[in-house]
């Protein structure tokens, strides 16, 4: 039977830590490494839902790709994040996550939501190494689709996703290069715009943003923070469980976006 530190192991494997930022917290956030793993839960956020539902389904091991500690403190009640934390200590049940790490890994966050949107010819914008294959690896990716009016490409991202709804700018020009960035990537602008797309979904998009977009001529949709990154929890999951057949993974079904459109 696999071990915490075996499915750690893996997905160090997938999402190598030296990719991930200075700043994040990724791997093991708690639990003990050898306690044996018979059910996981996969889930973009470790939340109360998806906490509580990998208890009622009796998961040893929560897996994420946001952090369930962000910043150094005390784990208390009284906040959320140390609610949580105590909450799975209490129940057994340890948490590992891969933030920035797989946004940036091949067949990570980008890569998944790049191929979400029907996207070709799929490359790295502006790699920062090779991965112990010989694969390119970044934060943003860019690539093609057929040539078309932005309110044509709209729908297909907001069904791809399966988002509410998208906030955007026209930057008056057809869509054909696309950049992604999964999650707060807007400030990564300026490299889609030199990597000559025309186009840049992403989300969490700032006022100013918006502005610098059109000014620049270029198409900008945010697609939100959770429908622009939940894509990779599906391939995160199918991973595991190929590689670890006797255990039995599960994708949260109770995580959802908390924001509404009226």
């Not at 994040?24 to 998806?50: E, H, Q, S, W």
């Not at 990597?195 to 620049?216: E, I, P, R």
């Not at 923070?225 to 994708?251: D, G, Q, R």
Request: proline share 5%; hydrophobic share 40%.
């Amino acid at each position: 039977m696999p071990t915490v530190a075996d499915i750690l192991q893996y997905i160090e494997t997938i999402a190598p830590p030296y990719m991930k930022e200075d700043w994040d917290n990724v791997g093991l956030n708690c639990g003990r490494m050898d306690r044996p793993v018979t059910k996981i839960l996969v889930a973009l956020d470790p939340f109360d839902a998806a906490c509580r539902e990998a208890k009622a389904f009796g998961a040893e091991l929560l897996v994420t790709h946001h952090a369930l500690i962000w910043k150094p403190g005390f784990i208390t009640d009284r906040n959320t994040q140390g609610q949580n934390t105590l909450f799975l200590i209490e129940n057994g049940i340890a948490h590992i996550n891969a933030h920035t790490n797989l946004d940036c890994a091949p067949g990570g966050v980008n890569d998944r939501l790049a191929a979400a949107l029907g996207l070709s010819e799929i490359e790295v914008i502006d790699p920062m190494g090779v991965d112990a294959d010989g694969k390119e690896w970044g934060l943003l990716r860019k690539g093609t689709v057929a040539e078309q009016l932005l309110s044509d490409f709209l729908p297909i991202v907001k069904a791809a996703l399966g988002c509410e709804g998208l906030r955007y700018v026209d930057g008056g020009k057809p869509v054909h290069k696309v950049a992604v960035g999964g999650g707060a990537c807007a400030s990564e602008l300026m490299d889609a715009s030199r990597a000559g797309c025309d186009t840049f979904v992403t989300s969490d998009v700032k006022y100013n943003q918006f502005w610098d977009a059109k000014d620049l001529g270029m198409n900008l949709i945010d697609a939100g923070h959770f429908y622009t990154e939940n894509p990779i929890t599906a391939c995160l999951a199918e991973k595991i469980a190929a590689h670890f057949p006797e255990v039995e993974v599960k994708i949260s079904e109770t995580h959802r976006d908390c924001m509404k459109f009226y």
